[in-house]
């Protein structure tokens, strides 16, 4: 038995390069970015990734994506209201943006246009043979925003930037590039209804002395695929924290893809995923510290209900040249039903002596005597149980410190309590 | 900051030729043909005066190895391996089986008291007080105190002698040579090996199942407590060999029994291979015990030769509550590819894994263990401490899966790494799966260097600092080291103090 067969291509693999065939026409673009098109769909047709792809080990991609929807233009779907009150609010709906705004500081150009007349070619990279979230976003993308916060702006306002889809398909992109000493608090939202298939990469270019809240809040129905890339560099002394909270779609990959790569940048990732019905989430994380001096945490909190699967990976590269590198993960799960599975592969890859790093992970249930502690004072045990993984999951998002940031998302999370709770 | 400049000086300057065990003996050798093919299976099994069904079972190996493809997930780097450049048998001529010591050639004797390794029943090992022949029946279940270490010597492609079987055998325990074992015991053969390793399992163990040559045989009888430590010297000698032995423990209901392995090898250029499968049963309240120095030649300071060392070593839990428990010191090999692993698949059943991995010069070590829970209430425990100098590597790949039906499983997990130098690596990749809700699971890893603030704490003491990183160094194994069986713990000890010579002295 040889199992170096010939790829036999999936249905979903056949759809996605044959719709390529078809929209080749529509897809905006010049020479150079039909180039990158190209060598994508190339990438596509050679398979996608399967379990035996170490990034990709516990989503077997080829295997979980059993069908791609059509592409549908007929679809209906409408803005939503902006998470954080006042934002400044961008939207895309179902893949195609609006006229943009105007906000001081701040430029906004409609993503369509800068593939159209070339300018984007260049940032149009790939990873690497791994990289299938970015390869396929590539051949398809039509449309996103693009944000350039000049320097020293304190924006006061939250940006927006929402990518609303109705079943089909639909690839974003939303680089955004902060200037030096320039303050910002974005927020990705993630959402639509109908089983669509939807790819988004945000790019993320922080300045010399920036700083950055970027939430992402992905709230796809059940139905959805949501395949993720969201890719940052931070500049000397820059500041970011990334929120992410899934609390949605069916197969969801979410990755973070981070450089550390001027000294006394400071790195932080907070995570929360709800899983629920028959949902598989997967965040997967990156993250190089390529300069000396500087810190990263990353804190990830996951709750698994039903037949969900959950996937968290992480992978702190601490390079030869990057002393004084201070560096912790945790992630933590509470598994709460008897058909749900979660897998954590937390890696450290350091190649300099002088280094701080450390990373923890725990799988368990509910702690008994926690239980026991509410129940002997009255509380029956299913309020006791909602209370404690609450407890568990606001911890995180209390951490964020900004009341008006923090209380919208706890209203997410009690909205998904009360579905799924 | 001097004192860390200091270390790091220090650290350029070692030399892995520091190798103790790297002399060559001419012995008189039966060789077989180099490379690989059916005949060459035939001869192995032909040499061992295998019955039918060994010879068959080899074949089948060797048909299904044809078809495997090499593993490259492991984070080592190798030139690719000429299978056809290697001698897979090797045996010192003047042992067609030798019955007692006395004709086992002088040479191969002198190689062990070269090593430090008694074959001579008489001999215990250094600073441990001999009881006056102690009675097997008196001592009954309780530790046995003679220190005495029954020696299996496993020469190139054979075993040369086993020291004890005698007194062992009053006892019910059967020790002996795998090759033995499969003529004078088939029926145990035929019941457990390939049952935890099966030959399809990987690359290397699929390659071992076609061409092993030897390897020990241990079976520990229903309620019997092995009255001595039993242990295993692994001595490749021959050039372009390859060793590819085959151990196969088992125990029975409430049996125990401690076990204990030991490897060198000369110094040379051209690097060897070393594909070994180990096999652990454990029946019903069975306990087994397995510990391993490795100190394969690791190569010089450029990197040069040494023992590719592709190991794989499973424990079946197989009976409610059995435990078994590994306990590893790696120095060695300048590849080192291994994954003790526990099934749990008893009831109540423990799996334990305690390793020190020390890697220096070019060294490439990429280490760790398995922990599958599938029984009910099943724990197993991982300590790793990981120690990376010079131009090495140092690898934790460890796995960690409760199955649907494993409820309460429990797992800690702890494994920090120590990096000596600033050209070396240091990785965790841990996987660890849950698919029963039940289950708790935690990992802690840490990396760090020996802090200024530690060593600053000893020197003040009045201690030098070469003497205050020792301490430190051996502070952060010391989990490990108290795991071990109290000779071993001593050779251990020094063997870390080898390794990281003229970094920690």
């Known amino acids: 038995m040889n199992m170096r067969a010939e790829i036999q291509r999936t249905p979903a693999e056949a759809a996605i390069v044959d719709a390529f065939g078809e929209r080749l026409s529509l897809l905006p673009g010049d020479g150079a970015v039909m180039v990158k098109r190209d060598d994508a769909i190339e990438q596509i047709k050679a398979g996608l990734p399967t379990r035996r792809v170490e990034s990709w080990h516990y989503t077997d991609l080829r295997r979980l994506l059993a069908s791609v929807p059509a592409f549908d233009a007929s679809a209906e779907a409408k803005p939503i209201a902006a998470l954080l009150e006042g934002s400044t609010l961008l939207s895309i709906v179902n893949g195609v943006s609006a006229a943009t705004p105007s906000v001081d500081g701040v430029t906004f150009q409609r993503l369509g246009d800068k593939l159209v007349d070339g300018s984007y070619a260049p940032a149009l990279v790939t990873y690497g043979s791994d990289d299938a979230v970015g390869a396929l976003n590539t051949a398809f993308v039509a449309d996103g925003y693009f944000v350039d916060i000049e320097a020293g702006t304190q924006l006061e306002k939250p940006i927006e930037l929402q990518n609303v889809q109705a079943g089909g398909q639909s690839h974003v992109r939303l680089p955004v590039r902060v200037g030096a000493g320039a303050k910002a608090t974005i927020v990705e939202r993630q959402t639509g209804e109908g089983a669509g298939l939807a790819s988004s990469v945000s790019q993320l270019l922080l300045g010399d002395d920036a700083e950055v809240l970027w939430l992402i809040v992905q709230d796809q129905p059940e139905t959805a695929t949501h395949l993720a890339q969201f890719k940052a560099e931070l500049g000397k002394n820059a500041k970011l924290t990334l929120f992410v909270m899934n609390a949605g779609g069916k197969l969801v990959r979410q990755e973070v893809i981070v450089k550390a790569a001027g000294e006394g940048a400071d790195f932080k990732l907070r995570g929360v995923n709800l899983l629920s019905g028959e949902s598989h989430v997967d965040v997967t994380m990156v993250l190089d510290h390529t300069v000396p001096h500087t810190s990263s945490t990353e804190v990830v909190r996951n709750v698994v209900t039903g037949r969900a699967k959950g996937v968290f990976q992480g992978r702190i590269n601490v390079h030869q040249i990057a002393q004084k590198t201070d560096a912790r993960m945790a992630c933590n799960t509470l598994l709460l039903s008897d058909d749900g599975e979660f897998s954590t592969k937390p890696e450290l890859e350091i190649f300099a002596d002088d280094v701080a790093c450390g990373h923890g992970a725990t799988v368990t249930e509910i702690d008994r005597n926690h239980l026991f502690y509410l129940m002997a004072r009255g509380v029956d045990e299913k309020t006791a149980r909602g209370l404690l993984v609450r407890a568990f999951l606001a911890e995180v998002i209390e951490e964020l410190e900004d009341e008006t940031v923090v209380e919208p998302l706890e209203e997410l999370l009690s909205n998904w309590f009360a579905t799924h709770g | ?505």
Not at chain 2, 393 to 416: E, I, L, M, P, W
Not at chain 2, 435 to 457: C, G, L, R
Not at chain 2, 473 to 502: C, D, H, R, T, W
Request: some cysteine; glycine content about 8%; charged content about 25%.
């Open chain 2, 1 to 505: 900051m001097p004192a860390v400049q200091e270390t790091i000086e220090q650290v350029r300057k070692i030399d892995v030729d520091q190798y103790k065990y790297g002399f060559e003996s001419f012995i008189e050798m039966d060789k077989a043909p180099k490379g690989l093919s059916e005949d060459i299976v035939r001869f192995i099994s032909a040499k061992k005066g295998e019955p039918e069904w060994m010879l068959e079972w080899r074949l089948g190996a060797y048909r299904r190895w044809l078809t495997l493809d090499e593993p490259n997930w492991a984070r080592v780097d190798y030139p690719k391996i000429d299978f056809q450049d290697i001698y897979y048998y090797a045996a010192p001529k003047s042992t067609p089986g030798p019955t007692s010591l006395d004709e086992v050639d002088p040479e191969i004797l002198k190689v062990y008291e070269k090593l430090g390794i008694p074959l001579r029943e008489q001999e215990i090992l250094a600073g441990v007080e001999k009881t006056v022949d102690p009675d097997l029946e008196e001592v009954g279940d309780n530790v046995y105190k003679s220190g005495r270490v029954a020696v299996d010597a496993v020469f190139d492609s054979v075993s040369v002698v086993t020291t004890f079987k005698e007194e062992l055998a009053k006892a019910g325990v059967i020790f002996c040579s795998i090759s033995e074992a499969i003529r004078e015991h088939p029926e145990l053969v035929k019941k457990y090996l390939g049952t935890v390793v099966p030959t399809t399992d990987n690359y290397y163990a699929t390659l071992n199942s076609a061409v092993f040559t030897d390897g020990s045989f241990v079976f520990v009888p229903k309620g019997v407590r092995c009255p001595m430590e039993l242990s295993t010297y692994f001595r490749i000698n021959e050039k372009n060999t390859g060793q590819f032995e085959r151990t196969l423990i088992i125990a029975e209901e409430g049996a125990y029994v401690s076990y204990l392995e030991g490897c060198t090898a000369p110094q040379r250029d051209e690097n060897q291979l070393h594909a070994a499968v180990v096999e652990l049963v454990a029946l019903d309240d069975a306990e087994i015990k397995y510990s391993t120095v490795q100190n394969w030649y690791p190569g010089d300071a450029q990197g040069k030769g040494g023992i590719y060392n592709f190991v794989t070593k499973r424990g079946d839990c197989r009976g409610d509550r059995s435990k078994i428990s590994w306990t590893q010191v790696e120095t060695g090999s300048a590849i080192t590819w291994k994954y003790p692993s526990c099934i749990l698949r008893g009831d109540d059943s423990r799996g334990e894994f305690y390793s020190i991995a020390v890697s220096n010069g070019y060294q490439q070590i990429d280490s760790g263990t398995k922990m599958i829970h599938l029984g009910k209430n099943t724990s197993s425990r991982i300590i790793s401490k990981g120690i990376a100098a010079g131009f090495s590597q140092n690898t934790y790949r460890g796995q960690v899966s409760a199955h649907r039906k494993a409820t309460n499983a429990r797992n800690f997990t702890q494994c920090d790494s120590l990096l000596i130098g600033n050209q070396c690596g240091a990785h965790t990749v841990p996987y660890i799966e849950a698919k029963n809700a039940t289950a708790q699971f935690e990992h802690e890893a840490t990396t760090s260097k020996i802090s200024d603030d530690q060593k600053f704490y000893v020197m003040q003491r009045g201690i030098p600092e070469e003497e205050a990183i020792a301490l430190i160094v051996n502070g952060f194994v010391k989990e490990v080291i108290q795991e071990l069986p109290m000779e071993f713990a001593v050779e251990a000890q020094k063997l870390i103090g080898i390794s990281l010579e003229g970094s920690v002295g």
